[in-house]
Nanobody, 115 residues
Framework: QVQLVESGGGLVQAGGSLRLSCAASGSVSSIDAMNWFRRAPGKQREQVAG???????NYADSVKGRFTISRDDAKNTVFLQMNTLKPEDTAVYYCSALMRYRYYWGQGTQVTVSS
């Protein structure tokens, strides 16, 4: 199993930046990919960004060019650097680990972007 703890959310003005962190523990060597999802009020959960074990990354069209996913393997931590934030980025952001076809989830961190 894997345990995930997110941090770094908060309130920021439009155009600002935040960096989210996700610390993983447990069977981290078995993780196939790490992803960031978000759920905005009244909307379905959306995958924002992902990074595979091999380092390949992918992004939702809505965040391409503004968000960057990265990781520090020594610290078992994945980051989501969010720049040029927009009010529509307001959501609860969740870190997720894909391991053996199963998703493990963190508790989520609130990101609020004011206009």
């Amino acid at each position: 199993q894997v345990q995930l703890v997110e941090s770094g959310g908060g309130l920021v003005q439009a155009g600002g930046s935040l960096r989210l962190s996700c610390a993983a523990s447990g069977s981290v060597s078995s993780i196939d990919a790490m992803n960031w999802f978000r759920r905005a009020p009244g909307k379905q959960r959306e995958q924002v960004a992902g990074i595979t074990r091999g380092g390949s990354t992918n992004y939702a069209d809505s965040v391409k060019g503004r968000f960057t996913i990265s990781r520090d393997d020594a610290k078992n931590t994945v980051f989501l650097q969010m720049n040029t934030l927009k009010p529509e980025d307001t959501a609860v952001y969740y870190c997720s680990a894909l391991m053996r076809y199963r998703y493990y989830w963190g508790q989520g961190t609130q990101v609020t972007v004011s206009s």
